[in-house]
């Protein structure tokens, strides 16, 4: 049987937020430790472990089918490579950071002096679009000790939380892009492969879309109902049912999780009552 080859980040938040998000689409993957590749049992998919950095020529050489990856790193080393789908997680940014002590006003302070970085390609392209030369430094890993170090005036790595550009001694100073994890497909997958992932793509779709909705339910007064539907957006229309109580019903929808507290608030102000908010773990639309 035909199985779809999928390649993950061998370790690191990007890791475990893929293998979150294969297990909520159902699908069950035995994954010793230190394995290479995995398969998995209720579906047809192998699961390759690798570098970050290294899985945009696995793509491109066909040796794996289809990837999650970081944008970031597709940017800096695949923009060849087709994006199917963007996942939404694993959200960071790539920027220039410098020693708290440095004081920047603009980016012409970088002129000429020294970057240490890996990601050569987007910071050269960067620099070029703003007229700035600037020597550039490669370093695999620990780029944030070079300033410290002597080696560089300035970094651009990922930033996250800030949290390691902080203990460092260094400030974020300019974004050069946002990043976040995406689905990726090689120039070269079989039709039976690529039907493989039409099916993955699907649930990762039903997945995400219930990450970001929330199930309401509430009660509300029958001269009130025109205003409390009119907040409540739904996938097609608001649900409405009767209540025991004569004059009352119960009224359930979807809204989307970042608009949560602003419809409650409307929701409130227009008399509804009994609010019972829930999450969705899959949407099918």
Request: aromatic residues 6%.
């Amino acid at each position: 049987m035909s199985k779809l080859k999928i390649a993950v980040q061998k370790s690191g938040r990007l890791h475990d937020d893929s293998m979150k998000i294969l297990k909520d689409v159902g699908i069950s993957i035995d994954n010793g430790i230190d394995q290479l590749k995995a398969s998995a049992k209720n579906f047809p998919l192998e699961v390759f472990y690798l570098r970050n950095g290294d899985i945009p020529q696995y793509l491109r050489d066909g040796v794996v089918d289809a990837a999650i990856i970081g944008e970031n790193i597709l940017i800096e080393k695949g923009k060849d490579i087709n994006v199917v789908e963007k996942l939404g997680f694993s959200t960071c940014k790539v920027s220039i950071a410098v020693p708290k002590s440095f004081k920047y006003t603009t980016i012409k302070d970088l002129e000429g002096k020294r970057i240490a970085t890996s990601y050569p390609n987007t910071v050269q392209q960067f620099l070029d679009k703003n007229g700035i030369d600037a020597k550039l430094h490669i370093i695999n890993g620990s780029v944030e000790i070079a300033p410290n170090i002597g080696l560089a005036d300035a970094i651009v790595d990922i930033v996250s939380s800030g949290s390691t550009l902080f203990k460092n001694n260094l400030k974020e100073v300019e974004v050069l892009l946002k990043s976040e994890a995406i689905l990726a497909v090689s120039p070269l997958i079989s039709n039976k492969s690529k039907t493989i992932l039409e099916k993955l793509q699907f649930r990762f779709q039903s997945v995400l879309k219930g990450r970001q909705s929330r199930y309401v339910l509430l009660n509300a007064p029958n001269d009130k109902l025109d205003k409390i539907i009119n907040v409540l957006p739904g996938m097609r229309s608001p649900t409405v049912l009767p209540l025991a109580q004569e004059g009352w019903s119960s009224i359930h929808s979807v809204i989307n999780k970042n608009d949560f507290w602003e419809i409650i608030d409307e929701l409130k102000a227009n008399g509804a009552e009994g609010i019972l908010v829930c999450p969705i773990e899959n949407m099918v639309i």
